[in-house]
T-cell receptor, first 113, second 111 residues
């Protein structure tokens, strides 16, 4: 059982380039999330999708867009990367009901130069 | 704006000692989660606390939740080196299924 799978695991971008981070879950979860992790700041919510067909902004949405492609997949797009977006990005999913524990992918380490 | 604060941010403790990590949050929530993260790795779920007064224990770790005080604690008993990691608490906002994380507590257990 793969759980939450993120691709790529590592990426280096030049300032101004665009890219899409992919996330897929095979747990039939309703809700999915994108976080960024920076030293000393914990995890900050970028965007989330409470259910298929809906997306909402989290704490730090500026510079990002998301697409909930279907129930399994939730992608994060950087249209014009900036050095301030250098971070580790985590995707997570949860059932949306019951205990609702978020389960995390392995992360994408992104460097913008 | 929801704030989730953990303290201490850094903790160095000797093997065999006890200590407590605190997680305070600024808004009403009856669900709280604790995670562990090893360097360069993802987050691993440790505990889910679903109501006021909830207590969960696994090995040398015990977590509790006081929703009235908006406080959760993670107590470490007789620490061992394998517990060295960063520990995060996260609060469930409920509506919209948003989860907000504390800044983490980096724990180092030294012989």
């Amino acid at each position: 059982n793969a759980g939450v799978t993120q691709t790529p695991k590592f990426q280096v971008l030049k300032t101004g380039q665009s890219m899409t981070l992919q996330c897929a879950q095979d747990m039939n979860h309703n809700s999915m999330y994108w976080y960024r992790q920076d030293p000393g700041m914990g995890l900050r919510l970028i965007y989330y999708s409470a259910s298929e067909g809906t997306t909402d902004k989290g704490e730090v949405p500026n510079g990002y867009n998301v697409s909930r492609l279907n129930k399994r997949e939730f992608s994060l797009r950087l249209e014009s990367a900036a050095p301030s977006q250098t971070s580790v990005y985590f995707c997570a999913s949860s059932t949306g009901t019951g205990a609702r524990t978020p389960f995390f992918g392995q992360g994408t380490r992104l460097t913008v130069v | 704006e929801l704030k989730v604060e953990q303290n201490p941010l850094f903790l160095s403790m000797q093997e065999g000692k006890n200590y407590t990590i605190y997680c305070n949050y600024s808004t009403t929530s009856d669900r709280l989660y604790w995670y562990r993260q090893d360097p360069g790795k993802s987050l691993e779920s440790l505990f889910v606390l679903l109501s006021n007064g909830a207590v969960k224990q696994e090995g040398r770790l015990m977590a509790s939740l006081d929703t009235k005080a908006r406080l959760s604690t993670l107590h470490i008993t007789a620490a061992v080196h394998d517990l060295s990691a960063t520990y995060f608490c996260a609060v469930d906002m409920g509506a919209g299924n948003q989860f907000y994380f504390g800044t983490g507590t980096s724990l180092t257990v030294i012989p």
